[in-house]
């Protein structure tokens, strides 16, 4: 059985980082790619960023040069390190190998101005 499960939200002011974490079990997550989302109110949900089982990646332009994804496959772990955040970075976060169908339970990161 495949579980995600996201860490590391918050509320923080505009300007600031968050590290998101996601810990996988159930797969084999060495040769997984995994994937953030996020979906704000009202919105549908989108890509945010995936790291590829080499370690290469993707990133939606509306996040190039602020957000980081990364893995540690010792410890079956994905990251999101988000920087330099704006109001409309505010979303529930969730953690999702894209060729699965597994999705984790969210991370709520509320970016205050």
């Known amino acids: 059985q495949v579980q995600l499960v996201e860490s590391g939200g918050g509320l923080v002011q505009a300007g600031g980082s968050v590290r998101l974490s996601c810990a996988a079990s159930?797969?084999?997550?060495?040769?997984?790619?995994m994937g953030w989302y996020r979906q704000a109110p009202g919105k549908q949900r989108e890509l945010v960023a995936t790291i590829a089982s080499g370690g290469s990646t993707t990133y939606a332009e509306s996040v190039k040069g602020r957000f980081t994804i990364s893995r540690d496959n010792a410890k079956n772990t994905a990251y999101l390190q988000m920087n330099s955040l704006k109001p409309e970075d505010t979303a529930v976060y969730y953690c999702?190998?894209?060729?699965?169908?597994?999705w984790g339970q969210g991370t709520q990161v509320t970016v205050s101005s």
């Open positions: 999702h190998p894209p060729l699965l169908r597994a």
């Open positions: 159930g797969i084999i997550f060495r040769i997984t790619t």
